[in-house]
């Protein structure tokens, strides 16, 4: 199971491109809403989420968390008590997780990525408190994964396909995609 949580005002490239990948790719994933199911992004578009944020069970199916970015969206997410809960449980698991844009920071904040390497949106490097700001516009340390910006949404939810159901299928997905 795959849980990407949406929080009024995240960046609906960052959830959206994703998801459908992850979805083309034969994932079991579930958009959860933070605070209900019809969560409105940061431009303007309304999504239907499969569960509210307080439906999400962790246990052993958990595979991945993904955290879109997005503003005011990020602050939702970190201020939600749910996804608190779902980041550390993956910490202490090694289980994936997926940040863009500046969704990073929440990891960052939580001292997650003190020993790892990572990337952002401009302007948040200083949250990051990593090892080392990657130059990769996708980087993947372990079991995180985090992503610069709505540019590379597609490139960030073909990352995540690879690590869940690894190279291959993430390949034919990306060619049947068209990507370069």
């Known amino acids: 199971m795959i849980y990407c949580f949406l929080a009024g005002g995240f960046e609906e490239m960052e959830a ?32 239907c989420a499969d569960i509210a944020d307080s439906e999400i069970v962790l246990d052993s199916r958990l595979e991945m968390i993904i955290l879109p970015g997005g503003m005011p969206g990020t602050l939702n997410l970190e201020k939600n008590a749910n996804v608190q809960r779902a980041v550390d449980f993956c910490a202490e698991n090694n289980r994936f997780i997926g940040a863009i844009c500046a969704a990073p920071s929440i990891l960052g904040h939580k001292g997650l990525l003190k020993d790892k390497e990572a990337i952002c949106f401009p302007g948040f490097e200083g ?36 690590c869940v159901k690894g190279s ?10 068209q990507c370069r």
């Open 16 to 47: 959206l491109c994703p998801i459908d990948i992850l979805r083309r790719g034969e994932c079991e994933i579930a958009v959860a809403g933070v605070g209900g199911k019809i969560i409105t992004g940061s431009h303007g578009v309304s999504v």
């Open 168 to 177: 291959a299928v993430s390949e034919k997905i990306k060619a049947s995609l």
């Open 127 to 162: 949250q990051l408190n990593c090892k080392r700001l990657s130059e990769e516009y996708v980087c993947r340390d372990g079991s995180i994964i985090t992503a610069k910006g709505a540019g590379v949404a597609q490139e960030f939810g073909l990352k995540l396909l690879e």
